[in-house]
């Protein structure tokens, strides 16, 4: 190439090659990925099967510890430097989880983080009755630092028909009862795509999902209700339309004119 262009003749050059270089190895998607993140399956980690009569699964769990505080005369509920931890579902240990004929108890343990929250122990109690079940009570125990605390949770909602299993994408439990003084703690306990069945375990598998969303969520309801209004509105307009009445009576340019007479 040196000894061409010190020639100082004009020239064309073509490079060929025998066979293509072989392309880079990649996967193909079908659909959105992210390209940072490798494909794991932790299904089987974070799925807990208790003695085949009770299964439970999640993602992950928040719990946060708040504090009531009073500033500027504002009150407001402040989570501390060291009350929140996040624990993966697999790191959750069976502790003396059992079934029996129409109650269940569900014992999990998590060693938590040893700086902030540590120790954690959740148990839920779930009865059945004739056409469903539901969760009886819920206490979660932690200790933080070096005090250990045992406090109740609202779990009302969780819920489902017999044979069926309970789902949410979020599902939130916080303290029963709050006293609101100055220093007050209460918990806040967020499971990640929670889902449990302690009863009427068939074929190995979760029954049909009863998810905490429900039939009707708000988007649905206010597109209804909107469609509702437009629906409303054209009824009125095409009624309003139909009660136009056409005249019986018209001119006839060869015939005597039409008049109308006008009382004083």
Request: net charge negative.
């Amino acid at each position: 190439m040196e000894k061409l262009e010190n020639s100082g003749t004009d020239f064309t050059a073509l490079f060929t090659g025998r066979e293509p270089s072989p392309p880079p190895e990649t996967k193909a998607f079908s659909g959105r990925h992210l390209l940072a993140v490798e494909e794991s399956n932790n299904e089987t980690d974070n799925f807990r099967n208790i003695s085949g009569c009770m299964f439970v699964y999640g993602s992950t769990f928040n719990l946060s510890l708040l504090q009531y505080e009073v500033v500027d005369k504002k009150e407001q509920w402040v989570i501390p430097k060291t009350g929140h931890v996040k624990i993966n579902m697999s790191e959750l240990i069976d502790e003396g989880s059992m079934c029996e004929n129409d109650t269940s108890y569900l014992q999990l343990f998590a060693v938590g983080d040893t700086d902030s929250i540590s120790n954690i122990t959740i148990m839920m109690r779930f009865n059945l009755t004739k056409y469903s079940w539901k969760t009886v009570d819920m206490t979660i125990k932690f200790k933080r630092g070096e005090n250990a605390s045992m406090m109740e949770l609202d779990a009302v909602d969780i819920n489902a028909p017999k044979g069926f299993s309970y789902h949410c994408a979020n599902t939130v439990f916080e303290t029963k009862i709050v006293n609101r003084t100055e220093g007050s703690v209460k918990a806040t306990l967020v499971f990640s795509h929670f889902q449990v069945q302690p009863f009427k375990i068939k074929n190995g598998k979760f029954g049909r999902p009863n998810d905490c969303v429900g039939f009707f969520t708000i988007p649905i309801l206010t597109g209804l209700f909107v469609s509702i209004i437009f629906t409303l509105i054209l009824v009125f307009g095409f009624s309003m339309l139909a009660s136009i009445v056409t005249q019986d009576k018209f001119d006839d340019p060869k015939g005597k004119t039409i008049s109308v007479p006008i009382g004083d």
